[in-house]
């Protein structure tokens, strides 16, 4: 199964962009990226996925290499609510779908 | 609202007695999937179904059964607790296999 890279944590202040980095060298040509975030004590929440071009929705824009190897989740303007852990996972039709999850990103927002 | 409940949301039980944690989603997804998190290892599959009556085992699948009898409910068991399987248990549902998956709010198990 491919498998993510993450920094363990970053830090943001509020209002500012943020850029989550992930590295996913081993990506199969079926892999979807997928993130999602989650808050303490709650289950994981979708944020965004995508296959090869660059997605935006309400809550995030996620940026894809050219090469599909990594790709970016970019919070566009972070606020105190966004402070979670961000995981990057992938998920493949060949494998039912499931999705194999990382360490994750711990991100904090500074007021 | 559509939505995915779990209960119980907190379980205390003892090791040896059969535990069954139960999933129950209002979107008609038809994947539904079952994770375990635990400090230091992240969520892990248990088990997943894309259909009433298709189960499927994920990664760490062992002590654990699942059975779906019907499009809403995935309820997953644990056969014979042990200490082992003291975690935090996540139910999710998607409407296609890569789709994105909505969680429940979680189930905290504490064996004995």
């Known amino acids: 199964d491919a498998k993510t890279t993450q920094p363990n944590s970053m830090e943001s202040n509020e209002e500012e962009p943020v850029h989550l980095p992930c590295n996913h060298s081993?990506?199969?040509?079926?892999?979807?990226i997928h993130w999602y975030r989650q808050l303490p004590s709650q289950g994981p929440e979708y944020v965004i996925h995508?296959?090869?071009s660059n997605v935006n929705n309400r809550m995030a824009s996620l940026a894809i290499a050219e090469d599909r190897k990594s790709s970016t989740l970019i919070l566009h303007r972070a606020t105190l609510r966004d402070a979670a852990v961000y995981y990057c996972t992938l998920s493949s039709y060949n494998q039912g779908g499931k999705l194999i999850f990382g360490q994750g990103t711990e991100l904090s927002v500074k007021p | 609202d559509a939505e995915i409940t779990q209960s119980p949301r907190h379980k205390i039980t003892e090791t040896g007695r059969q535990v069954t944690l139960a999933c129950h989603q209002t979107w008609n997804h038809n994947n539904m999937f079952w994770y375990r998190q635990d400090l230091g290892h992240g969520l892990r599959l248990i088990h997943y179904?894309?259909?009433?009556?298709?189960?499927n085992k994920g990664e760490v699948s062992d002590g654990y059964s699942v059975s779906r009898s019907n499009t809403e409910d995935l309820p997953l068991t644990l056969e014979s607790a042990a200490s082992s399987q003291t975690s935090v248990y996540f139910c999710?549902?998607?409407?296609?296999?890569?789709?994105?998956?909505?969680f429940g709010p979680g189930t905290r198990l504490t064996v004995t």
């Open positions: 081993t990506i199969s040509g079926t892999d979807y």
């Open positions: 999710a549902s998607s409407i296609g296999r890569v789709d994105e998956q909505y």
């Open positions: 179904s894309y259909g009433v009556h298709d189960t």
């Open positions: 995508g296959l090869t």
